[in-house]
């Protein structure tokens, strides 16, 4: 159970060591997040991974993220994700990716958002506020997204704007 939670994005990412081992490193970490008699056993596999990945690798991502099985990491590179952050399965974050909250008129750092499954987040894209992506989503490169993105569109630009959406194939 354990091996095959830290593993769980392992056949995602074939053929990618640095997505893998800055998967597997995350996996352990939120393990060790949720339960503090572990994190203070192991805790340098958690220092590890705030350390290693995150500062050496420049890999953001919080241990306390929602991060559903089977994301695939291309480069990982400047990658930036909020601890609040939501993410479902089989999404694929590329390179120069951030999501995270912005902070509001009131001073107020706002809600994180949520991503639904089966999306592609394009290299340097930015994903910011209370928003949500549904599932099937691309949202294309150099995109900045601050509002809500439909299940099965494709969306691109500042600010992100729905261009089309997917129809399935029969």
Request: charged residues 15%.
């Amino acid at each position: 159970m354990f091996l095959k939670e830290i593993f769980q994005d392992w056949s995602a990412n074939r053929g990618n060591a640095k997505g893998r081992y800055v998967l597997a490193s995350f996996r352990v970490a939120s393990l060790l997040e949720k339960n503090p008699i572990l994190k203070v056993f192991f805790f340098p596999l958690y220092l590890h991974h705030k350390i290693w990945v995150s500062w050496v690798m420049g890999v953001e991502l919080q241990s306390k993220v929602v991060l559903g099985r089977g994301c695939r990491l291309y480069h990982g590179q400047g990658l930036v994700i909020n601890s609040k952050t939501i993410i479902g399965q089989n999404c694929i974050l590329r390179h120069s990716v951030t999501i995270g909250n912005k902070i509001e008129k009131n001073g107020m750092e706002s809600a994180s958002p949520i991503i639904g499954d089966n999306c592609e987040i394009g290299a340097h894209s930015a994903i910011l506020g209370p928003v949500v992506i549904g599932d099937n989503v691309t949202i294309g490169a150099l995109s900045l997204v601050i509002s809500d993105i439909p299940t099965n569109a494709v969306a691109l630009g500042i600010p992100a704007q729905v261009k089309r959406l997917k129809t399935e194939l029969h």
